[in-house]
Antibody, heavy 123, light 110 residues
Framework: EVQVVESGGGLVQPGGSLKLSCAAS????????IHWVRQASGKGLEWVGR??????????AYAASVKGRFTLSRDDSKNTAYLEMNTLKIEDTAVYYC??????????????WGQGTLVTVSS | QSVLTQPPSASGTPGQRVTISCSGS????????VYWYQQLPRTAPKLLIY???QRPSGVPDRFSGSKSGTSASLAISGLRSEDEADYYC???????????FGGGTKLTVL
């Protein structure tokens, strides 16, 4: 059974830091690209960033809104990915989803989403 | 304001066919594959269509996707009450070097 489980969310003050984890099982984690997507309450989906598989140099990409503040990493030995968030702003408040994507040469054909973890930035 | 433009709402009666549009530009839909997601209330999104028009296993063939130029569409035929959800389109954007989502369309089954 495929499982993707985020953890590490919580309440943090503006300017603070938080590190989210994404633990996966039931599929070839090392062959997947890991994306993070967030959703503020009552709002739409916003892409946060992506880290490719090791075979693709674990290349990262970030949304302009988080670039320079957020960092993606992965530990394939633990089937876990991480999202380190620094200098948090109130507008970063959202449910953060981890998405494991399996891709071929042309396109991605599988998405495994976690249940999401809530990050609240407030004083 | 989202890079990909979707109508905020759509509706239909059971059994009807409904289409949701997604408009983009040359740097996203025009040059990359389109994906569609269904988000039921209080749940994580679920992949509905990948590669413009491919369905993951388990997704009913009532759902179909198409793309033409810089626009894409999701069609739902034989509408059912359980199709009531938010639908999002997504694509990679070469100019932004990132993935972009549409603002979402709330589908109501009357």
């Amino acid at each position: 059974e495929v499982q993707v489980v985020e953890s590490g969310g919580g309440l943090v003050q503006p300017g603070g830091s938080l590190k989210l984890s994404c633990a996966a099982s039931g599929f070839a984690f090392s062959g997947s690209a890991i994306h993070w997507v967030r959703q503020a309450s009552g709002k739409g989906l916003e892409w946060v960033g992506r880290i490719k598989r090791k075979a693709a140099s674990s290349a990262t990409a970030y949304a302009a809104s988080v670039k320079g503040r957020f960092t993606l990493s992965r530990d394939d030995s633990k089937n876990t990915a991480y999202l380190e968030m620094n200098t948090l702003k109130i507008e970063d408040t959202a449910v953060y989803y981890c998405v494991a994507r399996l891709c071929g040469d042309a396109y991605c054909y599988s998405d495994y989403w976690g249940q999401g973890t809530l990050v609240t930035v407030s004083s | 304001q989202s890079v990909l433009t979707q109508p905020p709402s759509a509706s239909g009666t059971p059994g009807q066919r409904v289409t949701i549009s997604c408009s983009g530009s040359r740097s996203n839909i025009g040059s990359n594959y389109v994906y569609w997601y269904q988000q039921l209330p209080r749940t994580a999104p679920k992949l509905l269509i990948y590669g413009n028009n491919q369905r993951p296993s388990g997704v009913p063939d009532r759902f179909s996707g198409s793309k033409s130029g810089t626009s894409a569409s999701l069609a739902i035929s034989g509408l059912r009450s359980e199709d009531e959800a938010d639908y999002y389109c997504a694509a990679w954007d070469d100019s932004l070097s990132g993935r972009v989502f549409g603002g979402g369309t709330k589908l109501t089954v009357l």
